[in-house]
């Protein structure tokens, strides 16, 4: 008898949640007459990976208050609901179901890795919610397995491989080589992803890639890989990979007598790197980022001293900057939609070219991916130093 | 001038693997325990060493020295704690009980300081490049085969040269004869593993100066490979580690000069099922029969 109660109510529950659902489905816009205009904030804020959130949040945060404070988009305010995915895939969905049934919010921001804003898309799509992921570089955050656009979800960070085009147009165009060679982590997609792009783009121009090495991550001694690397004479490494190894393999390069420069992208940023390789080894290294808190340019002077007032003198990161963004990317869509409706602001969305903003001037591509400006960051004594900016 | 670096290059991966082999080997010579968690106690002599010179800005030697001191403490306790109670159990027991141990280190570690690699500070030992023949060898490779060759001499010296070292052999013979000859075998096996894990602890703080990145998993595959090096240089024979490491090295290096740096573990193990089949007692081994 017990376990009828149990079933009865388990079912009456189910039917519940499906009722709440379908309502939430319905009236997802719903909040389009009125003055303001709801933004869901689903962010890491604990958890593992919360430094990045708090960063994009208090970049959120600023761009927020700056929009409210000259009048809103089209008279419309913003009005910031947050939520804490505390680093967690599940919770990232509990808290997207959360803002698009409970909050009937017209546009959430979120998250700061790929895996929890992929964790929220489908969510996104289904309710008809803008989704737009400061973060997240793997291509799957737009794109779903069977390589259909999400239509709904939108970035503002560019993806993995696109760094890899950078830096090949950053040693062709700026380092002026033409011969380089690739060591990558053989064991993640994400150099893969790099090592492709970066050797399509770079043989295109008619320079030769000399030598194509891999390693595994948590190999510790790559002196014989390298040798053979140097036996080849490139005038250029590129170096896919993630701080731990990239570290060592500097380190073992440089004594071994590399000296030409060598290349990496964001997997390289951290301040670890310095402690690994040696400041001296990383002289001549430079790695690719989005924005750099010393880039000359007068917006991101702009922003970066806003920043410092609110933020104690602390110079802003490049999450700061991509939550930051990731506001303006929308509030400009807005505006020229007219209206808070999502289907109009996912058109504009995706309508956006050139949109100038601190970490580059941003279009969007077919596939919701940015075609954006990189910054290119020179090791100098163990400090990043700004370096130049490619464009793509 | 590719084949003289890569030579170069294999001989000073393969001193540490000879450093971590040779105590490997020599707690199996004496108690027939393959002991899992020696590449652990490795890790345990790195990050010891790592906290003496950032943490209490000690030398390179004050350094090592404390961290073969700490180890074999900590060697000792886990034979105490973990092994003694096993001694008249099946091998596999203790066999089993040695992994278990080795997962309980790593994790613990990771426990109480998290699994963040940590980076040994530059500068503990003078680094210089020499230049011989267009090849690269660094000083602190050089240092690194020395204090192998010279831990096992000492070793060799122990083993072969001390009552201690003749109560070890007599232990490996045969344990119960030792004991009614009136050798304390408890102590005798304590002083092995208290010098293997000082050899282990001394290998971790050299592992660390030289590739700079220590992490808590880090003595995984260093004891594996170490495992790999004594039982092709004929596990218990104590020169028989030093070689096999240096060959395991070299054999390395040469299938990651050949283009097959994927296949650099690999390479270890095929060396490792080879050997068992067609030498099981490594090349030191003598090939002793059984006796029915």
Redesign the interface.
Known sequence: MKKKIARVFMASTIFAGMLAGCGAAKDSSGGSNSDTIKLGVNLELSGNVASYGESMAKGVQMAVDEINKNGGVDGKKFDVIKVDNKSEAAEATNGIIKLTSQDKVNAVIGAATSGNTVAQAQIANDTKTVLLAPGGTSPSVTVDDKGKVREFVFRTSFIDPFQGTVAANFALDTLKVKDAAIFAD?SSDYAKGLSDAFKETFEAAGAKVVAE????A?D??F???L??I??KNPSFIFIPGYY?EV??IV?QAR???IDVPLVGADGWDSP?LV????AEALNNTYLINHYSSEDPDEKVQKFVTAFKEKNNDEAPNAFNALGYDTVYFLADAIERAGSTDSSKIQAELAKTKDLSLVTGVLSIDENHHPIKTATILEYKDGKQVFNTKVNP | MEWLQQLINGISLGSIYALIALGYTMVYGIIKLINFAHGDVFMVGAFVGFYAIKGWGLGFFPALLLSMAFCAVFGVLIERIAYKRLRNATRIAALITAIGMSLLIEYGVIYARGAQPEAYPDGVLPSTTFNLFGAQISSQSLFILSVSVGLMIILQFIVHRTKIGKAMRAVSHDMDAARLMGINVDLTISYTFAIGSALAGAAGVIFGVYYTKIEPLMGIIPGLKAFVAAVLGGIGIIPGAMVGGLILGVVESIVSALGFSLWRDAAAFVILILILIFRPSGIFGKNTREKV
């Open positions: 053989n090495e891999a390693y595994v948590k510790t001694d002196r014989a890989t040798t053979r140097k036996a731990e570290g060592l380190k004594e071994l007598g670890k402690d690994l390789a040696g």
